[in-house]
């Protein structure tokens, strides 16, 4: 789990008991309602604890009061066990009592609601729900099948091992239509699928993020810059059709993936531009990022049969 979502997870969480211990107020009032003798007992129990509390900070003598305490204590207690009393907190999740950890480890209950953050944050307009299972490449006999069924099957391996897998950097560069935004969207679902951060954008998108930090505006886009830098797996579609803001795009793009790069975390493009008009646009340390086999997965330019049109 990243930081990115923590207040807000502990914002549910806290809610979650607030509302818990209300509720177990409120049942706790109507039993005593329904039981006058019990009501009557506990205030008198409440009046003794406050007497033997102020006598013990003055050093007085109440062993009498502690006597009769113990002896109104065992009548509630025979009281509650004759009646088939039963006062309890009902949590969210009796598992963690809704502190969202047990022995230290996130409970169920709060990497469901992590899972339901980073589905809600993996993109700025909803998804496609299409995942790797939904690739038909493998049935289909346009030019570029073979490649990018094998692409598939690659990021299916890597979704699966993504904390153990060297590659941290992606390029796929291909036609306009060859399918590579669909095995992004497959990529990105099965990763929020496992609670894995995601977060995805078309370069247009993202630069619009970088400009907005750029100028200190504080939009909803500035508040995702964060986000940008944080999750572990950033996906930019379609760069190459952004608008090159001075000091900006090239730059903030530049600095992004060296951070992420540098933390271990992956990102990758899907871009309709080859290596020399990359390199012309960008200049070499861009393409040099995912050159490099020791960490990068990068596609040479793929041709093939526009899907749409067909």
Known sequence: MINY????????????????????EKDYRTI?????????SVKQKKALELFIARATALKKPCEAEEKKLDELNKNISDYVKANNIVFS???????????????????????E???????????????????????T?????????????KLYKILEQVA???????????????????????????????????????LYLSSFELVNIFLDKHTNKQTALRKIYNYVQECEMLIIDN????????????????????????????????TQLDGHALINRYGEALLSKFADKKYSLSVGYINGEDLRKL
């Open 5 to 24: 979502f923590n207040t807000i997870l502990d914002g549910i969480m806290n809610s979650r008991r607030i509302i818990a211990k209300e509720n177990a």
């Open 239 to 270: 760069l190459g059709v952004e608008p090159i803001y001075k000091n900006v795009t090239i730059e903030y793009l530049m600095s992004t993936i060296e951070k992420r790069l540098g933390e271990g975390k992956k990102t990758m493009i899907c």
């Open 113 to 135: 609601e992590y899972g339901k953050l980073l589905k809600q944050n993996m993109s700025l307009t909803p998804l496609p729900e299409f995942y790797f299972k939904d690739n």
């Open 160 to 198: 699966d091992k993504f904390y153990s897998t060297k590659l941290q950097n992606f390029l796929f560069s291909g036609a306009s239509g060859i399918g590579k935004t669909c095995l992004a969207h497959a990529f990105a679902n099965q990763l929020v699928s496992k609670n894995i951060s995601v």
């Open 32 to 40: 005593l309602a329904l039981h006058p003798t019990l009501k009557e």
């Open 137 to 149: 490449f493998a049935k289909s006999n346009v030019p570029q099948a073979a490649g990018m069924n």
């Open 89 to 111: 907190v009902k949590y969210n999740c009796p598992i963690c009592k809704d502190s969202g950890y047990v022995n230290q480890k996130p409970c169920k209950c709060l990497l």
